[in-house]
């Protein structure tokens, strides 16, 4: 019997085999600003000028700019066609005032002549003869007619004055919204801090190596963040094969690079719920956790300093 147990003892230590997992992790604040790469065309831009890595800025300070030369060619040839637009607007709208004006005049003209014709046209026959009088009915019908043509001259001139103002009003609107938009995306180009704290460069996904100032990058990469040394916690990427095997709020073993000797107790505070791929380190998805560490440290942590993570759980094999 004793020697039975012992042997399922032996057994189930063989089968409780303990793993650890390691993951490599750098320092981040829950304070954080991810500075992206904004929308640009083609979706792929060029980092032309970065603030030096490690310094403490304030809300408002300048970060990084983004090459705009496509959009500086763009605003400019916008202008010129608004600048066009402009001059042929005005010639347009002092065309449609003269032809009103001159139409008015005509309008003013026929008014005149149709109320003299209608004086002449009410002198009596016995007074005129009667080849006086068919001559001035028939000057009256005519008067009438001119100043009819004259008034509906006048309400179309009028009326196209009225489309010409409101056509170059809404079109010089469309120009100008057209350049408005360009001139904000390059405004967008130029990024700035939301917050106080700490520049720190971020890793292209793709080589692993720290973005640096004429680097190409996809809308929506990261190119650094600005982050407060407070609330710090632990930033690190496992292999989609590791993810079954960790849960939230596990507990794990954290110690930095620069103070190798001493380790500290940390908890698991959240898991990806997608994967990223990260050719650098191979194929295959990696998906973020983020670690807490469970007591503060006496030491003088960074922002970007790196943390190695040891993560113990246990296989049935």
């Known amino acids: 019997m004793k020697r039975f147990l012992m042997l399922l003892f ?42 030096a890595e490690g310094t403490a800025v304030q809300k408002g300070d300048f970060l990084a700019r983004i090459d705009g030369s496509s959009v500086d060619g763009k605003i400019e040839s916008l202008k010129e066609q608004l600048e066009t637009f402009t001059e042929t607007a005005k010639k347009s709208e002092i065309d449609a005032q003269i032809t009103l004006n001159n139409s008015q005049i005509a309008f003013e003209k026929a008014q005149i002549n149709q109320k003299i014709t209608q004086m002449k046209a009410q002198l009596p026959l016995d007074f005129i003869g009667e080849l006086k009088y068919k001559q001035n009915q028939l000057a009256y019908k005519n008067a009438q007619k001119s100043f009819q043509k004259a008034q509906n001259d006048l309400n179309e001139a009028k009326q196209k004055q009225q489309e010409k103002l409101q056509s170059n009003k809404q079109e010089y609107a469309q120009k100008q919204k057209k350049l408005n938009v360009q001139q904000q995306s390059l405004k967008n180009l130029t990024l700035y801090a939301e917050q106080m704290g700490y520049v720190v460069y971020s890793t292209h ?39 079954p095997n960790i849960k939230l709020n596990q507990k794990v073993t954290v110690s930095f690079d620069a103070y190798l000797t001493q380790s500290y107790p940390g908890e698991i505070t959240l898991i990806s719920q997608g994967g990223e791929e990260k050719k650098a380190w191979g194929n295959g998805l990696y998906y973020r956790i983020e670690v807490k560490l469970m007591e503060k440290p006496q030491l003088n942590l960074l922002i970007g300093m790196s943390a190695l993570i040891e993560i113990q759980e246990q296989t049935n094999e």
Not at 26 to 49: A, R
Not at 215 to 243: F, H, P
Request: aromatic residues 4%; contains cysteine.
């Open 205 to 243: 996904p793709w080589t692993g190596k720290k973005i640096q100032a004429g680097d190409q990058l996809q809308t929506g990469m990261e190119i650094l963040s600005v982050s407060q040394n407070n609330k710090l916690k632990i930033v690190a990427w496992l292999n989609a094969i590791d993810i």
């Open 10 to 51: 032996v057994l189930c230590s063989f089968n409780a085999i303990a793993k650890t997992l390691l993951a490599t992790g750098t320092i981040e604040s829950e304070n954080t600003q991810h500075v992206l790469m904004p929308l640009v065309q083609s979706f792929n831009g060029k980092v032309n000028e970065m603030i």
